[in-house]
């Protein structure tokens, strides 16, 4: 019995003890550092962007990232933390669909990507194009009797506007805020701003607009006898 004992209990008893007491710290550390999950929204970040390109998605869809990690960091996790990002190297004019994965997700070591939506993310790119268009005033308002407007004038009146290529195109104008001309008898200006409708087309350099209300005497009919 004495030599059951040494041979397969006590033989290597510091290497076992060692084993065990790993064992034992691994054990404790599971038990006192929980495992959780957390699924975080967050902005896709497009690098290497293009200078000649533009995108002309009027929305990118965010990435809904699922983390697993310890407890203790999950819940001081802010979205601020993980990122996902998108490589435009080498994008080109056209539609362009790219896959996103873990390798797409920045994170602490101590964590781990389980799940990212979308897995995949649709970019449709078009030329950059800068063009000048004209400042279309807005007036509204009640006007005197026996006056009407004669004439209104923006200054400046041109502006120039930048976007993808086919979006650019189809602007006519830029159009200001309405101007509320009400009880103008001769001449007023007015200070106002202007716009394009469209999302994906920018006003380069905004600045505020000059519009100036010039009035005039109305015609007025003889009675027919």
Do not use: C
């Amino acid at each position: 019995m004495t030599d059951l004992l040494q041979r397969y209990v006590f033989k290597n008893a510091g290497l076992k003890v060692v084993s065990l007491l790993l064992a034992v710290g691994l054990w404790l550390a599971v038990a006192g550092n929980p495992v959780a999950e957390v699924a975080i929204n967050i902005p896709i970040e497009l690098h290497n962007f293009p200078q000649n390109l533009e995108i002309a998605n009027e929305r990118i869809p965010e990435a809904q990232v699922r983390v697993r990690g310890p407890e203790r960091l999950i819940r001081r996790l802010e979205p601020s933390a993980i990122h996902v990002e998108l490589d435009l190297t080498g994008s080109k004019a056209g539609e362009r669909t790219f896959d996103l994965s873990a390798q797409q997700v920045r994170q602490s070591r101590e964590l781990e990507v389980v799940q990212i939506v979308p897995t995949q993310v649709h970019l449709v790119f078009d030329e950059r194009m800068v063009r000048t268009v004209e400042v279309r005033p807005r007036v509204i308002g009640s006007f005197a009797s026996g006056v009407r407007v004669a004439r209104i004038e923006a200054n400046p009146s041109t502006i120039t506007i930048s976007g993808p290529k086919q979006r650019v195109e189809t602007v006519e104008a830029a159009i200001t805020d309405p101007v509320d001309a009400s009880g103008v008898m001769r001449k007023s200006s007015f200070v106002t701003h202007a716009y394009v409708s469209d999302p994906l087309v920018q006003v380069v350099q905004p600045r505020p607009i000059r519009v100036t209300v010039i009035m005039e005497e109305a015609a007025i009919k003889e009675d027919s006898r």
